[in-house]
């Protein structure tokens, strides 16, 4: 079918939460020492073919012509699928808040696997909010009428009336608060939370809570991701002896500030450290539906 084997991401989903995306030198071991099922994502095929990098295409077509079985495991880059780094892999969450069998208290819950969805880093922060909707519009055809009639940018005001770049901060969702209209689209914070834990930064907020995508048109998207990886990067390790209250606390040497993002691929492959394998933090979306204004059939989400 000529179908080029870069098309597609592999990712390990367990319980409807994106475990791990697999690159080329991992090898079939890997996915088996997984729980969950294994998902081809295919990449959208204009972007696929339209925004390749030609340099990139020409390295995996050499690759895979070589027939070289070799697995490098130091270099886990696999050249963004061929398609220029002027964009961005990135998942979707999609979540609702639900009341469980056993409990009286509503928690947030996966409502179907989660997408990926390539992101431009020169798209403001409006674009992608729009973008992200145009993503999801299928969604949205079914329950309101004539909808599927209006025009993208009609679309995206009937969803989010009212919404601007001055009361975003009050309107949208965060944490477990699903914000005023059908969803809110968020930031997920990778940090997670225990008793002893402090906790770092996440975008100048010392908390564990998903935040909203600013709608603001002053701020690319390359910008945002590349704060949420230098802010990771500047984090100061946690410690041991943060969990015993009575240990005389160690002196550590401060780490150098970095300034440039050493890494902003996004791939949330491991890379090999001097102690152990580690995983690379990664910049996610979370789409949270609002129940009680939903006007998306969500249980079309898992067709």
Known sequence: M?????????????????????CRNRYVSDISEEEGSLFAFQINPDIFENERDPVAYKKLIKIMESG???????????????????????PLRLSMMEKSKYSYYERKKPQSFPRIMWVNR????????????????????FELDNFAQLSEEEAFMSIFDGLSEENWKDKLGEDEDAGEFAYSLNIVNPEKK????????????????????????????????????????????????????????????????VTVVQNNRNDGYFFDTEY???????????????????Q????????
Not at 69 to 88: A, G, K, P, Y
Not at 128 to 140: A, C, G, I, P
Not at 276 to 294: A, D, G, L, P, T
Request: proline share 3%; charged share 30%; aromatic share 16%.
């Open 2 to 22: 000529g179908v080029e084997p870069w098309s597609f991401v592999l990712a390990q989903i367990d319980n409807n939460s994106m475990e791990r995306m697999f």
């Open 68 to 90: 070289d079985s070799t697995v490098d495991m130091s270099n886990d880059d696999d050249l963004n699928n061929s398609i220029s780094r002027e964009w961005v892999k990135v």
């Open 122 to 141: 020169n798209w403001d922060l409006i674009t992608v909010h729009k973008m992200v909707f145009k993503f999801l519009r299928y969604y949205f055809d």
């Open 194 to 257: 225990s008793y002893y834990s402090k906790g770092v930064k996440f975008f100048g907020l010392n908390n564990y809570n998903n935040i909203p995508v600013p709608f603001i048109q002053n701020k690319t998207f390359g910008e945002l991701i590349d704060e949420f990886f230098l802010e990771y990067e500047n984090k100061e390790e946690s410690s041991d002896d943060d969990m015993d209250y009575d240990a005389k606390p160690k002196e550590k040497k401060a780490k150098d500030k």
């Open 276 to 294: 152990k394998n580690s995983r690379q933090k990664i910049f996610e979306f979370e789409v949270f539906f609002n129940k009680s204004r939903q």
């Open 296 to 303: 998306a059939a969500i249980h079309k989400l898992s067709r």
